[in-house]
């Protein structure tokens, strides 16, 4: 089984920017489209960018034009970098496959707060 290890969050005030990586068990990430998800307390995991193989993106309309997602195929690592971080943005973020169903084990995910 895929183990995921996400990394970098951390606190951060309103307007700062965070890099978040997710790196994956075996050379096996680099074969699939990988997406970063969030988690606030009391509300349901939401999707907030996805990459394909080849690099194609996608965002959540919420982080659109301050989130990016990226990827190092060789170094088996998704990335999410942050800017212009708002309050709202304040959650457990986490790494896995861009599937609607069927994902990896879940890792322990990677707190980001921002707050003044």
């Known amino acids: 089984q895929v183990q995921l290890v996400e990394a970098g969050g951390g606190l951060v005030q309103p307007g700062g920017s965070l890099r978040l990586s997710c790196a994956a068990s075996?050379?096996?990430?680099?074969?699939?489209?990988m997406a970063w998800y969030r988690q606030a307390p009391g509300n349901e995991r939401e999707l907030v960018a996805t990459i394909t193989r080849g690099g194609s993106t996608n965002y959540a309309d919420s982080v659109k034009g301050r989130f990016t997602i990226s990827r190092d195929n060789a170094k088996n690592t998704v990335y999410l970098q942050m800017n212009s971080l708002k309050p709202d943005d304040t959650a457990v973020y986490y790494c896995?496959?861009?599937?609607?169903?069927?994902?990896?084990?879940w890792g322990q995910g990677t707190q980001v707060t921002v707050s003044s």
């Open positions: 075996g050379s096996i990430l680099s074969i699939y489209a």
């Open positions: 896995n496959r861009a599937v609607l169903v069927g994902w990896w084990n």
